[in-house]
C-alpha cells in the first residue's frame, strides 16, 4: 500500500522535529564536554524547550479548529497548543529545579537531561496524537524515559525500589490500555480516533467497544494515579529523587490529560454514557483515597503523593459532564495543579542539603523563623492546593465542581467538598509546622548557591497570586482551545 | 469624590501598606509606624465615603465594575448601600486601635503580625463592598489565611488546635455556600448580586439554597450549636486578633444574612426563620448561663458574644415574620435596623472589653480570673472604663449596648410576647455575668500581690480604650446619625422581603 506523504506534514510537527534534532545534538555535545561544564547542558537543554514552545506558538493554528497531519495520525490543534506549553514549562521549571539537587549528590549527568527531554518530546506526541499508534507510542517514550529517571539514584536502595515498582505497574497499565486498544480495533478496524468514533454506528459487535473501552480506563487511570489504580504513585514519588520527582508529578499529569481527553472524547466520544459514570466512580475514589490517607502521612512527598491522587479526582470531575466546558475546566484544574505542585516539590528540592533530604513533614519545622520568603512560597502553594481563594487552586475548583454541577452531578460536587474539606486539613498542617512550631535551630537556612533556582521557584509561586487574581485570559485561552 | 474609585482605594490600601510593611519592616518600629499610617490613611478615606453618602435616596453608590472574569461574567463589583458604609466605617476604625493596641503586646515578628493585620482589614473592607457573588466569596475564604496566622504565630497555649478549628470550621460552613453560589450561577449565567436576587427560584430550590447560605453565616456569626470555635479562638487569640474577630469578623456573619439570604431566598428564609430565631434564642439563654460559668475572663466574653450576636440573627428573622405574617412594614425595619445597630455597637462594646483583657493580660499573663480581685485599687482609670464597658455590655440605656437590643425586642415584641420575654432575659443574664465578672476582677480587696504592682493606663492603652468609650458613649445618646444612614437601605431590604419568588 502506497502511504501519501505530504511535505505540508513536517510544518505541523516541526516543534517536535526540532526537539527532536536538539536533544539528539545535547546528547552529543554532553559526550564531549566535562563534567564541571555540565552547564553547558543544562542551559542548552532549557533553551531547547524555550525555542520548542516558540515554535508550538508560532506554529498555533486557529485555536479551535486545527490541522491534521501524516493521514489523521498526528493533530495540530487548540487543545494541543495549550497542553503542550505547559508541558514545556513544567518540564523547564523541573529542570531549573533539579541541578542544584542533583548536583550536590553527584548525580547531575547528561543523563537527567536527555531523559526529561526525550520525555517531554513523548508527551508532546501524546497530546497531539490521533490514532491509537501514536498514542501508544507518546506514552511508551514518556514512560520508558520515567522510569530511567526515577532509578536515576543507582546507590539507593528505594530509588530503585521505586523504578522497579513504577516500571512493573506502569507497564500493566501499558498492556491494559493496549489490550483495550486492540479491542477496539477489533470492533472498528481502524486506528485513527476519528474514524473509530466515525463507524460506531456500523459496528458489528458493540459489546466488544464496551469491553475495550473498560480497559481503556482502567489504563487511563493507571497513568494518572486515579485510585484504585493509585498504588504505585506514593511510592514512586516517596522513592524517586527529589529532582525527578518534581518532573514526574507535573508534566506528566498535563500530558495524562491529553491521554484521557483523546481516547475518549477522541475516540470514544459516543460511548460517553458509559465512560462518564466509570470516572464518576474513579473520582469518587480518588478523592477519599488521596485525601484520607494524606493525613497519615509523615513524608511531605508521600503526603503531596496522595495529594495528588485527590487532586487527580478533582480534575476527573471536568470529565463527568462530557461537554467541551467540562474538558475546559478539567484541563484548567490540571494546569493550576501542575503549576503548584511543581512549587511544592520545587521548595523540597530547594531545601534540601546533601546529607539532608528535608522530606519529612517536620524539616519544615519554623522556616519562617528561618526563612520567611521560602515559607510565605510554601504557604502559597498549600494554600492554592487546598483551595482557598484567592489562589490559584481555588478558581480551579470553583470550575470543575461548576463543571459537574452544570452536567447534573451535584452529588458528586458535594462528595468533592466534603472531601477538600478533610484535605485542608493536611495542608494546613505544611503551613502549622513552618508558621507555628520552633526551628530546630534558630540560624538562618543556608540558601542554594543557585540563583536561578532561588528566583524561578519564587516567580512560580508569585504566579499562582497573579494567576489567582486574574485567570481570566488563561480560562479563556482554555475555552478557545475546546471552542466553548 | 465620585471620579476617585473610593471603595477600591479602601480595599487595597491597607494590602499596599502589608507589602510595605513587610518589605521595609525589618525593624519594628518602622513597621509598626508604618502600620499606624496605613490604616490611619484608610480611616480618613472611609471618612468620605460616610459623608458623601446619601443616605436618604439609599441603594447601592460608589459603585465600582470592571469586568474580570469575562467567561463566567463575573465582575470585580464594588458597591455600598447605608449598611455597609456603617460596617466599613467600623473596620477602618476599629483596625486603628487594634494597631495602636498591639504597639506593646507584640515583640515577636511584628512585621509579619502587622501585615497580617493590614491584609485582614483589606479582605473585611472587601467583603462589605463586593456586590459581586464570587468576589465577595473570594474576600470572605481569603481573610481566613490572616486569621489563621495570626491565632498561630500569636496566640496562647493551645493556639495551634484553636487556629486549626478556626480555619476548618468556617471553611466546612462557607464551602457549601459555594455550591449554592455555583447553583445560582448556573440559574443565571452571572454572578451579580442583584441577578441572584430577581431570579426566580422555587420553593426547594431556595430552601437547599437557604441552608447552604445558614451553614456558611450561621458559622460566622457564630450560631448556637455552631459557635464551639468560637471560644477557642477567642482564647488563644492575641489580644488584636481577638478584638478582630469579635467587633468585624463575626459581623460579616451578620451582614451575610441580610446580603445574601433576605435577597435570595426571601421565602424559605420565611419558611424556616423559626429555625433561626429558636437558634437564637437557645443562645441567649443557655449561652448566657455557660458564660455565667467560665473562669476565664476572654471565654467568658466570647460567650457573652455569642449571645450578642444572637440579637443580631433574632433581628433579622423576626423582621421576616413581621411582613408576611401581620404585614407590619415597620416593625421589621425596626428589626433589622435594630440587628444593625447591635452589630456596630457590639463590635465597640466587644472589641473594648477584648481590649481591656489584654490591659490585664499585659500586666499578668493570665486570663483567669480568679488571679485578679481589687483592680480598681491599684488601676483607678482602668477600673472606671472596664465598668463602663461592662455596663454596655449588660445593655444599660445610655450606652450603645441598650440601643440595638431594645429595638430588637420591641420588633420581636410586635411578632410574639413569648419571644420578646425569652430575648429580654438577656438583660438579666447580661447583667449577671458581667457585673459578677467586675465585681471579681476590679471590686473587692487586691488578693494577688501581683496585682498589686499593676501601673494605671499608658497613652497607647488610653487611646485605645478612651476611643472605644467614646463611640459606645456616642451610639448610645444619639444613635440617630447611624439610623439615618441606614434607613432607606434597611427599607429598601424590607420592601424587597414582601416579593416572593417562587
Keep these: 500500500m502506497m502511504i ?43 533553551a531547547t524547550l524555550a525555542l520548542t514552545s516558540y515554535l508550538v506558538w508560532r506554529g498555533a493554528p486557529e485555536l479551535s479548529s486545527g490541522v491534521t497531519a501524516f493521514n489523521g495520525m498526528f493533530l495540530h490543534d487548540g487543545i494541543s497548543v495549550v497542553l503542550k506549553q505547559f508541558i514545556l514549562l513544567t518540564s523547564g521549571l523541573s529542570l531549573f529545579y533539579a541541578r542544584n539537587y542533583m548536583r550536590e549528590r553527584s548525580l547531575l549527568v547528561g543523563e537527567l537531561y536527555l531523559l526529561v527531554l526525550f520525555a517531554t518530546l513523548g508527551m508532546m506526541l501524546l497530546v497531539s496524537a490521533g490514532s491509537l499508534i501514536t498514542v501508544y507510542l507518546g506514552l511508551e517514550l514518556l514512560a520508558l524515559s520515567s522510569y530511567a529517571l526515577v532509578a536515576m539514584n543507582r546507590d539507593s536502595a528505594s530509588s530503585a525500589e521505586a523504578a522497579i515498582k513504577y516500571f512493573v505497574l506502569g507497564a500493566l497499565a501499558s498492556g491494559l490500555l493496549l489490550y483495550g486498544m486492540s479491542m477496539i480495533y477489533g470492533a472498528t478496524g481502524s486506528l485513527d480516533l476519528a474514524a473509530i468514533t466515525g463507524k460506531f454506528g456500523q459496528v458489528e459487535h458493540p459489546g466488544w467497544l464496551a469491553f475495550g473501552l473498560v480497559f481503556l480506563v482502567c489504563g487511563i487511570a493507571f497513568k494518572m494515579g486515579a485510585a484504585p489504580f493509585h498504588m504505585w504513585l506514593p511510592d514512586v514519588y516517596h522513592g524517586a529523587p527529589t529532582a525527578v520527582t518534581v ?18 472524547e477522541g475516540g470514544l466520544g459516543p460511548l460517553s454514557g458509559q465512560w462518564t459514570l466509570m470516572l464518576a466512580i474513579l473520582a469518587v475514589a480518588s478523592l477519599a483515597v488521596g485525601n484520607v490517607l494524606a493525613i497519615a502521612q509523615s513524608n511531605l512527598k508521600r503526603m503531596l503523593a496522595y495529594s495528588t491522587i485527590s487532586h487527580v479526582g478533582f480534575m476527573l470531575l471536568g470529565f463527568v459532564g462530557g461537554t467541551p466546558a467540562g474538558y475546559s475546566a478539567a484541563m484548567f484544574y490540571i494546569i493550576s495543579y501542575t503549576m503548584t505542585a511543581t512549587v511544592a516539590f520545587g521548595m523540597i528540592a530547594l531545601l534540601a542539603r546533601k546529607g539532608f533530604e528535608c522530606e519529612e513533614i517536620d524539616d519544615f519545622k519554623g522556616l519562617n523563623q528561618r ?31 461548576k463543571a459537574a454541577i452544570d452536567a447534573g452531578f451535584l452529588w458528586l460536587a ?53 494567576l489567582g487574581l486574574a485567570w481570566g485570559p488563561l480560562f479563556d485561552w482554555c475555552n478557545r482551545a475546546f471552542g466553548v | 469624590m465620585a471620579q476617585w474609585p473610593l471603595l477600591s482605594i479602601l480595599i487595597w490600601l491597607p494590602i499596599v501598606g502589608a507589602i510595605l510593611v513587610l518589605a521595609l519592616g525589618r525593624d519594628a518600629r518602622v513597621a509598626r509606624w508604618l502600620s499606624l499610617i496605613t490604616t490611619l490613611a484608610t480611616l480618613i478615606a472611609s471618612l468620605p465615603l460616610y459623608l458623601n453618602y446619601d443616605a436618604v435616596a439609599g441603594g447601592m453608590q460608589f459603585i465600582e465594575s470592571h469586568a474580570w472574569i469575562n467567561a463566567l461574567k463575573a465582575n470585580y463589583a464594588l458597591g455600598v448601600d447605608g449598611i455597609a458604609v456603617a460596617l466599613i466605617v467600623l473596620t477602618t476604625f476599629t483596625s486603628v486601635l487594634v494597631i495602636i493596641g498591639s504597639w506593646g503586646p507584640i515583640q515577636k515578628r511584628v512585621s509579619q503580625y502587622m501585615a497580617a493585620m493590614l491584609v485582614l482589614e483589606g479582605m473585611l473592607i472587601g467583603i462589605f463592598c463586593a456586590t459581586d457573588a464570587l468576589l465577595f466569596y473570594v474576600f470572605f475564604e481569603a481573610m481566613l489565611i490572616p486569621m489563621f496566622i495570626i491565632i498561630g504565630i500569636w496566640g496562647g497555649p493551645r493556639r495551634v488546635y484553636a487556629t486549626l478549628k478556626f480555619f476548618i470550621y468556617t471553611f466546612l460552613g462557607s464551602i457549601f455556600m459555594l455550591i449554592a453560589l455555583i447553583y445560582l450561577h448556573m440559574k443565571t449565567g452571572e454572578f451579580s448580586l442583584a441577578a441572584f436576587a430577581t431570579a426566580p427560584l422555587g420553593t426547594t430550590e431556595q430552601a437547599w439554597i437557604f441552608f447552604a447560605f445558614l451553614a456558611g453565616f450561621a458559622i460566622k456569626v457564630p450560631m448556637w450549636p455552631v459557635h464551639t470555635w468560637l471560644p477557642d479562638a477567642h482564647v488563644e487569640a492575641p489580644t488584636g486578633g ?124 493570665s486570663r483567669m480570673i480568679k488571679d485578679y480581685g481589687g483592680v480598681l485599687n491599684v488601676m483607678p482609670w482602668f477600673g472606671g ?33 413569648w419571644i420578646a420575654l425569652v430575648a429580654a432575659f438577656t438583660l438579666i443574664i447580661g447583667a449577671a455575668y458581667t457585673l459578677w465578672l467586675v465585681k471579681r476582677v476590679i471590686f473587692g480587696e487586691v488578693t494577688n500581690p501581683k496585682v498589686a504592682k499593676f501601673e494605671d493606663l499608658n497613652a497607647r492603652e488610653w487611646i485605645v480604650l478612651g476611643s472605644f468609650a467614646a463611640a459606645v458613649l456616642a451610639l448610645g445618646i444619639y444613635p440617630k446619625p447611624l439610623t439615618d444612614l441606614m434607613d432607606s437601605s434597611v427599607l429598601q431590604i424590607v420592601n424587597a422581603l414582601m416579593l416572593s419568588k417562587a
Design chain 1, 247 to 264: 518532573f514526574i508529578g507535573s508534566a506528566p499529569k498535563i500530558a495524562a490529560f491529553g491521554l484521557a481527553y483523546r481516547l475518549l
Design chain 1, 414 to 466: 458535594i462528595v468533592a467538598i466534603v472531601f477538600a474539606i478533610i484535605g485542608i486539613y493536611y495542608y494546613l498542617r505544611v503551613v502549622k509546622v513552618m508558621y507555628f512550631d520552633a526551628a530546630a535551630e534558630e540560624t538562618a537556612l543556608p540558601l542554594p548557591s543557585d540563583v536561578a533556582l532561588r528566583w524561578v521557584i519564587s516567580i512560580n509561586g508569585l504566579a499562582l497570586i497573579v
Design chain 1, 371 to 401: 526563612s520567611p520568603w521560602y515559607a510565605a512560597i510554601m504557604g502559597i502553594a498549600m494554600f492554592s492546593l487546598a483551595g482557598v481563594p484567592p489562589l490559584f487552586g481555588f478558581f480551579a475548583k470553583l470550575l470543575v465542581l
Design chain 1, 4 to 46: 501519501p506523504f505530504n511535505p505540508a506534514d513536517l510544518i505541523a510537527i516541526q516543534p517536535e522535529l526540532v526537539l527532536l534534532g536538539a536533544t539528539c545534538a545535547i546528547l552529543l555535545i554532553d559526550l564531549f564536554i566535562k563534567p564541571s561544564q555540565r552547564d553547558i547542558t543544562h542551559w542548552l537543554s532549557i
Design chain 2, 242 to 365: 481577638s478584638v478582630i474577630l469579635a467587633a468585624i469578623m463575626l459581623k460579616v456573619g451578620g451582614y451575610g444574612f441580610i446580603r445574601f439570604s433576605l435577597p435570595i431566598t426571601p421565602d424559605a428564609s420565611q419558611e424556616y426563620a423559626w429555625v433561626v430565631i429558636a437558634m437564637s434564642l437557645v443562645a441567649v439563654v443557655y449561652i448566657g448561663y455557660v458564660a455565667l460559668v467560665q473562669d476565664d475572663m476572654k471565654k467568658l466574653i466570647a460567650y457573652s458574644s455569642v449571645a450578642h450576636m444572637a440579637f443580631v440573627t433574632l433581628g433579622i428573622f423576626i423582621s421576616l415574620a413581621l411582613v408576611r405574617n401581620y404585614a407590619n412594614a415597620d416593625a421589621a425595619r425596626l428589626g433589622i435596623q435594630g440587628a444593625m445597630v447591635q452589630m456596630i455597637s457590639h463590635g465597640f462594646v466587644s472589641g473594648a472589653m477584648f481590649s481591656c483583657i489584654g490591659v490585664l493580660y499585659d500586666r499578668l499573663h
Design chain 2, 385 to 417: 472604663l472596664f465598668i463602663f464597658f461592662s455596663m454596655a455590655n449588660c445593655g444599660l440605656p445610655g450606652t450603645s449596648g441598650f440601643v440595638g437590643e431594645f429595638m430588637v425586642i420591641l420588633a420581636s415584641f410586635q411578632s410574639n410576647p
